[in-house]
């Protein structure tokens, strides 16, 4: 790869020109991230990949057989630099397949092939296992990776998962988190997922897990840069509320003022196929009339198959301070989009807190407030799902299971396949 | 600083959503409320409501989001839907009244826009209203058939619209 190949970053501002005020104004920044020159066969990076399945007697029937199929597929793509290794855990955990690279294809098969559901689901023992195979090849450069699909319910040892998960984490080791049907612990695997590279994901579908495993691979295969992370200056008196990936799916991002005055988030890999875009809400200080600098955005990251490391690239945003009478009180439409729908997933979050609280008006009104956001995010069948809801819990004082997947990850962007090169105005 | 409208939470100047109940802070003078969910459907579309599920009988049913009135109008695009501000000394009663959304103050023809399904696709054509159509904040021309598209924002004169199309996928 050439080092052509660099990040684009565009920012967009709820409103171009506040009025110049005694008192604290917000904004909402939008950045768009694009990867650009990136060329269309990347030299691929080795991928590390481990597939960790849960096994257990609920998965028999349907849900066992697409996620052999899906496995298989994972084999197929996957090439003779790539490493490989399959865990499954019911009651204990199996290294079926030890990290080696995919060369013999035809005994990768027959192993997945033979994989039969029984028994119950422990967690823990599966994803320190899972982690002990990632560890295994020595790959100095490349994309690590833990795939792991489960549809039921882990008892006792949830913090031990999330231990592990964190250990996996800090050496790079990135972890999506399938669940499938409607007995899987959602909030456990939000929590395993809680960082970059990582993310839990909801396969309402069976036949859906075969296209989920092999958008992972592919994604994997474009990752172009690495380390990306993201730091903000500000003029004294700005405060950052918060950052959000809004774009393919919805994620807050941790963001912490190392100094004074100065922010950094990390964002982890980033593929050559896919744009990405945050919200940031600027806290802006009293202003006189003119042209302001607010904030100085620099994105570092490394070009691995180019063997660059940090590349910087910055952007100025400016905010205009007018004279009241001067200010048109407009706010940028794609931005107000963004941002309601990420109101709406922030909404659902604290109506299923309100509802642990036994607070269930409370948390049904917030659920509404969701749908209201998402109908004029021109999601509606979102939008009608949720109030549905809503209805129900505030009649019965429970939620659907399954209802509260649907929202959680929907409102996320994170049912089914992930639209990573969505259009902007598409249905 | 503002009082959001619905919790009466202290907000900062510029806040889109307030943080505490998630209400519109701003953009329209009417406060919006969750009943907007419950807006009763124009005439002509109540009886096509319900009995049409998108791909049957051709009709497509799409929703027109009215940002200052903050009113969901529901519409089954069958063959031509016409949207304009009724007018009765004049006989003209439009398929989409926008009358009720300010749409004289905002310069909404009488005879806007015609909605239409043409190859499969949703489609809008300006009538050579007075103030004009914009897609995305482009103008269209009079009489060119436009292809429309869920979340594209729609401006008749001044009045915004959210469109959306629902695809049977949901």
Redesign the interface.
Same mark, same amino acid.
């Given at each position: 790869m050439s080092t052509e190949a660099r990040i684009r970053l565009n920012q967009l501002l709820?409103?171009t020109a506040?009025?110049s005020?005694t008192? %604290? %104004?917000?904004?909402?920044v939008l950045l768009d991230i694009q990867p650009e020159g990136v060329p269309a066969q990347l030299p691929q990076l080795p991928l590390n990949l481990c597939l960790l399945i849960d096994r257990s007697s609920s998965m028999k029937g349907e849900r066992i057989a697409q996620v052999k199929a899906a496995a298989l597929r994972i084999v197929e793509l996957l090439g003779e630099t790539d490493f490989f290794s399959l865990v499954v855990f019911n009651d204990r955990a199996e290294v079926l397949a030890p990290a080696m690279r995919v060369i013999n294809k035809q005994d990768l098969r027959q192993i997945i092939s033979r994989i039969e559901s029984a028994g119950g689901t422990e967690m823990a023992n599966g994803l320190a296992m899972a982690l002990q195979e990632v560890q295994r090849p020595l790959v100095k450069q490349g994309v690590s990776r833990i795939l792991m699909l489960t549809d039921g319910r882990t008892y006792g040892d949830e913090g031990q998962c999330v231990e592990i998960a964190r250990r996996a984490q800090a050496r790079s080791i990135g972890i999506t988190a399938l669940g499938i049907g409607t007995e899987w612990n959602e909030d456990l695997l939000e929590t395993i997922t809680a960082s970059e590279n990582s993310r839990a994901q909801y396969v309402a579908q069976a036949r859906d897990v075969a296209t989920i495993f092999a958008d992972e691979v592919q994604q994997m295969h474009a990752v172009f840069a690495q380390r990306v992370r993201l730091t903000v200056a500000g003029r004294p008196g700005v405060l950052i509320r918060s950052l959000d990936k809004v774009k393919p799916f919805i994620a807050p991002v941790p963001i912490i003022e190392e100094q004074d005055l100065h922010w950094v988030a990390q964002l982890g890999d980033w593929s050559g196929s896919e744009s990405q875009s945050f919200l940031v809400e600027v806290?802006?200080p009293p202003l006189p009339i003119g042209m302001h600098p607010l904030l100085k955005l620099q994105l570092q990251y490394d070009l691995p198959a180019a063997g660059v490391r940090d590349q910087i690239v910055d952007a100025i945003v400016r905010i205009n301070s007018l004279a009241a009478e001067d200010v048109q009180?407009q706010?940028e439409?794609t931005v107000?989009?963004w941002?309601?729908r990420l109101?709406?997933y922030?909404?659902q979050a604290q109506a299923w807190q309100k509802a642990e609280a036994g607070e269930i008006a409370a948390a049904s009104?917030?659920l509404?407030?969701?749908?209201?956001?998402l109908?004029?995010?021109? %999601?509606?069948?979102?939008?009608?799902m949720i109030?549905a809801e809503a209805a129900q819990l505030s009649q019965s004082g429970q939620a659907s299971e399954e209802g509260r997947k649907r929202i959680k990850f929907g409102t996320r962007g994170l049912v089914g396949p992930i639209q990573y090169r969505q259009i902007?105005?598409?249905? | 600083?503002l009082v959001c409208p619905f919790c009466q939470a202290q907000?900062?100047?510029?806040?889109?959503?307030c943080t505490v109940?998630?209400?519109g802070m701003?953009?329209s003078g009417t406060p919006?409320?969750?009943r907007?969910?419950e807006v009763p459907a124009p005439r002509r579309v109540a009886a096509a409501t319900g009995t049409t599920e998108p791909g049957m009988n051709g009709g497509i049913p799409i929703?027109l989001?009215v940002?200052a009135s903050?009113r969901?109008i529901r519409v089954v695009v069958d063959d031509e839907v016409l949207v304009g501000r009724s007018d009765s000394a004049k006989g003209i009663f439009p398929d989409v009244d926008l009358g009720p959304d300010g749409g004289f103050e905002s310069g909404v023809s009488r005879r806007h826009a015609i909605l239409a399904i043409r190859h499969g696709r949703m489609t809008i054509e300006d009538l050579g209203s007075s103030n004009g159509t914009f897609i995305?904040g482009r103008q269209i021309a009079p009489s060119a058939v436009e292809p429309l598209?869920?979340?594209?924002?729609v401006q008749f004169g001044t009045l915004?619209v959210?469109?959306?199309?629902?695809?049977t996928s949901?």
């Open positions: 709820s409103r506040i009025a005020s008192e %604290q %104004q917000l904004v909402y806290v802006v009180y706010v439409p107000k989009h941002l309601e109101v709406a922030r909404l009104a917030h509404k407030m969701a749908s209201t956001r109908l004029s995010a021109g %999601q509606i069948a979102l939008a009608h109030d902007e105005h598409e249905g | 600083m907000q900062l100047d510029g806040t889109i959503f109940c998630g209400g701003s953009d919006e409320t969750t907007s969910l929703d989001f940002f903050r969901r995305n598209r869920s979340n594209d924002e915004r959210r469109i959306a199309i629902e695809s949901g």
